[in-house]
Nanobody, 122 residues
Framework: QVQLVESGGGLVQAGGSLRLSCAASGRTITGYVMGWFRQAPGKEREFVAAISWSGSYYADSVKGRFTISRNSARNTVYLQMNSLKPEDMAVYYC?????????????????WGQGTQVTVSS
């Protein structure tokens, strides 16, 4: 079992930055793909970014603005979000998928955090 706890959400003006953290416990994250997803009111959960030992992958909507990274010593994954836009506003979730193959499908991630709210004011 992997337990995930997100933090770092909040209110930011458009153009600003936030860094989300996802602290994992129960298992070391080195054996997992770690992903970030988001869900806005009335919309489906959507892929944002993911990272494995072999690399990272981003949704087109955040490419060049968001950076995913991991600190294996701290068993933590981060999402640095720059140049935030109002359309980035959502609850952001951290997720874990055993193995090394990155997937953009939420159903392929077995472990989820509780989410952290990101609000972007225009």
């Amino acid at each position: 079992q992997v337990q995930l706890v997100e933090s770092g959400g909040g209110l930011v003006q458009a153009g600003g930055s936030l860094r989300l953290s996802c602290a994992a416990s129960g298992r070391t994250i080195t054996g997992y793909v770690m992903g970030w997803f988001r869900q806005a009111p009335g919309k489906e959960r959507e892929f944002v970014a993911a990272i494995s030992w072999s690399g990272s992958y981003y949704a087109d909507s955040v490419k060049g603005r968001f950076t995913i990274s991991r600190n294996s010593a701290r068993n933590t994954v981060y999402l640095q979000m720059n140049s935030l836009k109002p359309e980035d506003m959502a609850v952001y979730y951290c997720a874990a998928r055993k193995g090394a193959v990155i997937s953009t499908e939420p159903d392929e991630y077995a472990y989820w955090g509780q989410g952290t709210q990101v609000t972007v004011s225009s």
